[in-house]
């Protein structure tokens, strides 16, 4: 079995799907994960939150928006005068969420999560059935019920366990050998819909190549492999034709756009390689993730928004070992994620994702006894196998307030 992704960029139009098409046409024992086509799922998340503000009409707008945008690829592919049932009931369910909902705060993440999973519902449903009708006999497959998640919603992990055990029996069940399921999307042990967080396909991807012991995944991008820096943040950017999996992990957790992070995990443990090719050409070689390569030797330069919190311990006590313990467990438990930490005796500098949970865990330390302060607008750039010209040139920058450096790599937070 080979494991193919498509991101919604390769799939934002009729051209795109067709495309689809090409590169999977003739293949057999083939596992394509899709996302939700274009900005779908940012469109998703205006319906949710115009749920959240209680404005109906405003979210039956937007989801009217979307079966737009989604009619016009389906009328592109299949002509104006077809219907796809199962796409129009998709759409109707969705309104009859926003519609049915009593909805409390509380349940907010569970509501995001069975909104913009449509994006994913529907572009599957729409690829499935061209494909079907354009040589490439294929399954269906609910990752709902295929993928058993933690119970989480909006960054759910998935049991992989439990998962192996529905994912197979999918399998086995069918005769079709092209299978098409969902990005991004999942179920909780008590039926309702979670999603795996944002960008989470390439995760789906590659739980997918670990459950089937897929001999390759190859992701389909609009750009030629992974590239050794944003080439609109560092213009001597430069395509890296092999990486290996720390090198890779490391990019993705610094913030590289190419690859969720969590994607390699599943991967690495099977030594499954992991191809990132373009998507408007078929043969070209792309980059190639895989175990036997030891380190990049190019400089790898990551650029990620960040809010640093500054914690100050009211009782000057921060070389106690249990106030690390009680800062970590209280972002741990609201699911923050950590990407730098500089302390001394009395401050502890953390730089964090944004989250919607950022304020709840800042009242919490205060709780606990430490003055936080919150500070927006920061990046943090991670230079990996840095040189001392890269060095000189981006380490004296009067907005760095953090900086630190190991023999591999240079890291620092600046303001933006
Ligand atoms: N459609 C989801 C998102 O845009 C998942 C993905 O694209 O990987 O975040
Ligand atoms: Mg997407």
Known sequence: MKVYKFGGASVKDAAGVRNLRDIVLGESDLFIIVSAMGKTTNALEGVFQAMQQGDESLALERIDASYAYHRT?????????????????????????????????SDAELWYDTIVAFGELVSTTIISNYLNGHGVSNHWVDMRRAFITEQRHKDANVNLEATAVRLKREIEGSNATVFVGQGFIGGAPDGTTTTLGREGSDYSAAIVANVLDAESMSVWKDVDGILNADPKIFPDARKIERLSYTDT????????????????????????PLYVRPFGNKHASGSAITG???????????????????????????????????????????????????????????????????????????????????????????????TDELYHRYAFDERIII????????????TK
């Open 403 to 414: 900086k630190q450096t190991t023999p591999h790599s240079l890291r620092f937070v600046r």
């Open 249 to 272: 992990i490391e990019m993705a957790y610094s913030g590289a756009q190419i690859i969720h992070p969590k994607t390699i995990k599943p991967l690495e443990a099977k030594r499954i």
């Open 73 to 105: 690829i389906i009328d592109d592919l299949m002509g104006a005068d077809i219907t796809i049932e199962q796409v129009d009931k998709l759409f109707e369910q969705l309104r009859n969420t926003v519609r049915n909902t009593i909805y409390r705060s």
């Open 292 to 386: 036997d390569v030891e380190r990049a030797y190019e400089p790898i330069m990551i650029q990620k928004s960040q809010v640093l919190l500054n914690l100050h311990s009211r009782d000057l006590s921060f070389v106690l070992e249990e106030k690390f313990a009680k800062v970590f467990t209280t972002l741990d438990s609201h699911r923050i994620r950590i990407n730098l930490v500089h302390n001394s005796a009395v401050n502890l500098y953390i730089a964090v994702d944004a989250s919607w949970h950022i304020d709840d865990a800042v009242s919490e330390l205060a709780a606990e006894g430490f003055d936080v302060e919150k500070i927006e607008d920061v990046e943090m750039v991670t230079i990996r196998y840095y």
